[in-house]
């Protein structure tokens, strides 16, 4: 059961427009949301982060939107950069000690020249 | 100067062998976890360690067993190699639960 869900599995977007990532949680007790960005035969590298009693974060091109009511975010990149290519994780955690992640299936970002 | 490093990077071996994965970080984080990456690309939570202390063990064979020797290390150990622990295997480290976590490049785990 997929708590953290990418319904994309794949996104192409052309360089310099904005490319949006979408992703959808099940659960209501999440209450710190980060996105990852991965290359191939690379670690997951931290983004940008969102705790739950805020609705958007900023980090020069990129934005995360929170909508809880539809336990909703997206990541924003604003203007896309072909550098900008490669798979990107949703993950979200729980208030527990652990700080457990649970990540999304990812969404592969190609941003074409 | 890399942060959190995992050796080796490639590991091929067969079935029935034990192997080790180690994991170092310079960060002076608090908290280390193992990630394994299956073949459909889920990340899923194996392990994390608290000031050398177990704080969550999902539900993971007892054949893998974390070992931290000091709060900069968090080895990952696995007894009778099955072809289904084939996948990708990421350490990662941060303060507190609250911070990023900062990840590995992942040591590829092949079992012929």
């Known amino acids: 059961d997929q708590q953290v869900k990418q319904n994309s599995p794949s996104l192409s977007v052309q360089e310099g427009r904005i490319s949006i990532l979408n992703c959808d949680y099940t659960?209501?007790?999440?209450?710190?949301f980060l996105w990852y960005k991965k290359y191939p035969a690379e670690g997951p590298t931290f983004l940008i982060s969102i705790s739950s009693i805020k609705d958007k974060n900023e980090d020069g091109r990129f934005t995360v939107f929170l909508n809880k009511s539809a336990k909703h975010l997206s990541l924003h990149i604003v203007p896309s950069q072909p550098g900008d290519s490669a798979v990107y994780f949703c993950a979200a955690s729980f208030l527990s000690p652990s700080g457990n992640l649970i990540f999304g299936k990812g969404t592969k970002l190609s941003v074409k020249p | 100067d890399t942060a959190v490093s995992q050796t080796p990077k490639y590991l091929v071996t067969q079935m029935g062998n034990d192997k080790s994965i180690k994991c170092e970080q310079n960060?002076?984080?608090?908290?280390m976890y193992w990630y394994k990456q299956d073949s459909k690309k889920f990340l899923k939570i194996m392990f994390s360690y608290n000031n050398k202390e177990l704080i969550i063990n999902e539900t993971v064979p007892n054949r893998f067993s974390p070992k931290s020797p000091d709060k900069a290390h968090l080895n990952l150990h696995i007894n009778s190699l099955e072809l289904g622990d084939s996948a990708v295997y990421f350490c990662?480290?941060?303060?507190?639960?609250?911070?990023?976590?900062?990840f590995g490049d992942g040591t590829r785990l092949s079992i012929l």
């Open positions: 990662a480290s941060s303060q507190d639960r609250n911070q990023p976590q900062h």
């Open positions: 960060l002076g984080h608090d908290t």
């Open positions: 659960n209501s007790m999440f209450d710190y």
